[in-house]
DNA sequence: AAAAATCGTTTCGGAGCCGTATCATTTCAG
DNA sequence: CTGAAATGATACGGCTCCGAAACGATTTTT
């Protein structure tokens, strides 16, 4: 079935699905973090630096800082290219993907406390 | 009718909205403020800074600060309680209402691509 | 083999946000 | 009328993030 969203509806979803956050979260992702993050677990590999900078029309360093605190966050992890050691490939990790689901769940969640 | 939404298309949803705020967007607004400003547009007044503070369980400082950046930014409104001087009101402003719409709008967009 | 190009990281100065503690103003209680 | 309570703002030191520029490592080109 077609997700029918209407505006009301939208803006009380996004509302609650940060409230949420906020409130459990004493650190929150920045909406670059959180953009970084998904397309690595939605989109197929490879992923490099350069790939995401390109992607989210941002410059390299902001990538590099990304992964440097999500990697310590351990939501995400770096691997060398062995094919081309220049490039750097970002993988997921177990922590990540539960992060990511925990993500979905409370999305899905807030969806469905929404009034008719 | 509800509004039934997978956790595959929940992520699809956040990715896809957060992408759109980050290209477009030079400066996001943080999980926070956004919450502050959609709480101030969708439940009924008044909005004091202690009121937003508890509710978000957030200290006055963060409040007052959001306040200060935000209506920089016009999308929200301090005033003065004019029956007890103490307490500021938030309101809303035309550019945030502009705000508040855009962010509704891309948010049902984004739901409407989504695939079944 | 040398030079150029590519890729990710680091450095730099600057700006924003954080929590704690403190402050000024206003209201209320005795 | 005076001292306590309540409210929001400010000062402070610390942390994270930012863009631009420079850098080291690796690959490709000449």
Not at 16 to 39: G, H, K, P, S, W
Not at 56 to 83: C, S, W
Not at 103 to 113: E, G, T
């Amino acid at each position: 079935m077609a997700v029918d969203l209407r505006p009301s509806q939208a803006l009380k979803l996004l509302h609650d699905f940060n409230y949420e956050m906020v409130r459990d979260d004493d650190r929150d992702l920045t909406a670059r973090q959180v953009t970084i993050l998904l397309t690595v677990y939605l989109d197929p590999p490879p992923h490099t630096v350069r790939g995401l900078a390109a992607k989210l029309n941002v410059t390299k360093p902001v990538i590099t800082r990304a992964l440097d605190t999500m990697g310590r966050m351990e939501l995400l992890q770096r691997r060398r290219d062995p094919a081309d050691r220049r490039n750097v490939l970002v993988q997921r990790t177990v922590k990540g993907a539960l992060y990511v689901e925990r993500l979905a769940d409370l999305m899905v969640a807030k969806s469905k406390a929404l009034p008719l």
